[in-house]
């Protein structure tokens, strides 16, 4: 028996990467799963490679009219949601100085706000005893140049979990973070050899993570073997950000 038999989770920003790899596995551990993306084509592709007991949904997660439809299509679909990965992001670079207002509001529109609309609208569907996940990333306890927005986004996530799991004690629903390092995703794949080697120097086992890595570890957060684990930052890097 699968560690997820007879969940419904839904994961933001699943169509691609290491989001993608977890609703994989959340399906091949017994969970139905849907899935969001912007593109059709992609997603299309990714309910294609995840087989079976998936919905893809067309959607940006910074909208909160597509953040509607997706809830109404999981409603009708399963009527209950037991596990939220929300993971839609991604990180821009500016350094200080040259940061736009267009750049924060996109960082802050789709990471801060849409994650907090995601849960919000996803609460009224969740089972007593659900699992909130947060994709959150190591950048936001380090200093990397330019990254200074996106990293203050992730980390008003590691904020949301303590308020959010204080405030839904009653109904047991746990909150957690996983704070990727960096990870081979096709995301990653766009970084030239240069700046990829730089990251690997910095990770003690020298190689990025995989997405199926990310993907153990949220389905650990997802899973009752997490019962007793709440409101954590969950580093998944390798020691990056220990040392
Ligand atoms: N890869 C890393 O090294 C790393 C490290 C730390 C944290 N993270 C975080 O992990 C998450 C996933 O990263 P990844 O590397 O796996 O990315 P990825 O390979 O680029 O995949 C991201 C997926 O999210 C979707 N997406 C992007 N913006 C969206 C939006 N506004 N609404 C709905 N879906 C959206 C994309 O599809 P569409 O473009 O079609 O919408 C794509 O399917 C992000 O939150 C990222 O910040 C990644």
Redesign the pocket.
């Known amino acids: 028996m699968g560690k997820l038999e007879g969940k419904v989770a839904v994961i933001?920003?699943g169509?691609?990467?290491?989001?993608l790899e977890t609703a994989k596995r959340f399906v091949q551990e017994g969970a139905y799963v849907f899935i969001?993306?912007?593109?059709q084509e992609?997603l299309d592709e990714a309910v294609k490679q995840i087989g079976r007991n998936v919905t893809g949904v067309r959607?940006?997660?910074?909208n909160l009219d597509d953040l509607d439809r997706l809830f109404d299509t999981v409603k009708q679909e399963k009527g209950k949601i037991d596990i939220l990965f929300a993971?839609?992001?991604?990180?821009e670079a500016a350094v200080l100085g040259e940061i736009t207002e267009e750049h924060f509001d996109k960082e802050f529109g789709?990471i801060v706000r849409?994650t907090l609309f995601t849960a919000q609208k996803a609460l009224p569907l969740m089972n007593d005893g659900g699992s909130i996940i947060m994709?959150g990333?190591v950048?936001s306890v380090k200093g990397f140049p330019g990254f200074g927005v996106y990293a203050a986004s992730k980390a008003a996530l590691r904020s949301f979990a303590r308020t959010w799991l204080n405030e839904l004690k009653g109904r047991n629903i746990r909150v957690n973070v996983l704070s990727?390092?960096?990870?081979d995703?096709?995301?990653?794949q766009r970084l030239d050899e240069e700046t990829r080697k730089m990251f690997e120097s910095l990770i003690p086992r020298g190689k990025m993570g995989r997405p199926e890595e990310i993907a153990a570890a949220a389905l650990f957060l997802a899973s009752d073997e997490a019962s007793y684990v709440n409101g954590l930052d969950f580093a998944v890097d390798g020691g990056f950000s220990a040392i």
């Open positions: 933001t920003g169509s691609s990467g290491l989001a969001t993306g912007r593109r992609q959607g940006d997660a910074a993971s839609a992001g991604k990180g789709l849409g994709t990333s950048a990727p390092g960096q990870v995703t096709p995301d990653s």
